[in-house]
């Protein structure tokens, strides 16, 4: 099969397309023919050598497809459904790969906007778990437009939460749409933040590592009322909890998620795709912030 592979760290040239042997699922895992596999910044930061030491590696950790081979114990999906979810080996770039867990792809959604889904929701839905956001609760967004931040926002308002999340002026009108109340990044977030709710907010999320949480703390009353998933260091120098899925995966919210994107509860931006043989080109674009949401590369 083909697959997205890099014998060198380095920029996106050092991407190439191999051949590899198909994978094959194990006990509870589905292996499907990929239509559609997410691109993150985790695969540059693989890429230029940030995270894992070994080489070569493969990228990708979600994706959508056709089953077309089911591993032992596996009885809700047959050969032929329709389904989107993680792959745990980081091999989802390619023409084959093995899910688990994995989730039926909602009717509403193509191959493109349900390999889009995994991480955004995932990441989303594991932090408003860690923060206990429920019903009638005031939640800071800090980068609520991108993919993680507009899921959260999401998420949240469907939990009942009042959502107040920070943007540039840009995408003011977007978050409104979502049902949060738009705030300027910058200089002066904690005042423009009381102009709208005069006594601070209950708990607030980091999705942007922007550097605020000092001002996030002050606004949610104290460290234990915030996460981020972006700022490392800072959770470190900060006291605030830094959530990256080994404190326990939600990954509940992909049975969930169709349901609330058929009653029209949740949607994301329809994704900027890339053939699979123009990887290189998706990380420049990707790295260089030049798309709002996500890119997702295609698999004929």
């Not at 699922?25 to 993150?40: L, Q, T």
């Not at 050598?49 to 497809?65: K, N, S």
């Not at 792959?87 to 959604?109: D, F, N, R, T």
């Not at 708990?203 to 915030?226: F, K, M, R, T």
Request: with cysteine; charged share 20%.
């Amino acid at each position: 099969m083909k697959a997205v592979r890099f014998s060198a760290f380095g920029g996106p040239e050092v991407l190439e397309i191999v051949d590899l042997p198909a994978p094959r699922p194990g006990r509870g895992e589905v292996r499907i023919a990929v239509r559609a596999a997410g691109v993150n910044p985790s695969d540059w930061k693989k890429r230029q050598g940030l995270m894992d030491e070994e080489l070569p590696q493969t990228l990708g950790y979600e994706a959508a497809g056709v089953v077309d081979e089911i591993g032992e114990g596996v009885v809700d999906v047959a050969v032929g459904d329709r389904v989107f979810g993680f792959c745990e080996q980081g091999a989802a770039q390619a023409e084959s790969a093995v899910l688990s867990p994995y989730a039926p792809i909602p009717p509403a959604l193509g191959f493109p906007g349900a390999a889009a889904l995994p991480a955004a929701i995932e990441t989303a839905t594991r932090a408003l778990d860690r923060l206990g956001v429920v019903h009638g609760a005031t939640l800071l967004v800090n980068g609520a437009s991108g993919g993680v931040g507009s899921a959260a926002v999401q998420l949240a308002v469907v939990r009942g939460a009042r959502v107040i999340g920070t943007a540039g002026p840009a995408n003011h009108a977007y978050l409104r749409s979502l049902g949060a109340e738009p705030v300027a990044y910058g200089e002066g977030l904690v005042e423009r933040v009381r102009t709208l709710a005069s006594d601070g907010v209950d708990l607030a999320l980091d999705v942007a590592g922007s550097g605020v949480l000092p001002e996030l703390i002050e606004l949610a009353g104290g460290p234990a009322n915030v996460v981020t998933i972006a700022d490392f260091a800072g959770a470190r120098r900060h006291g605030v909890v830094f959530s990256r899925g080994d404190d326990g995966r939600a990954v509940h919210v992909l049975a969930e998620i169709g349901q609330l994107i058929e009653a029209g509860h949740f949607a994301l931006p329809v994704p900027r795709t890339y053939a699979l043989t123009d990887v290189a080109q998706a990380h420049r674009v990707g790295e260089n912030g030049q798309v709002r949401g996500k890119i997702v590369l295609l698999v004929n």
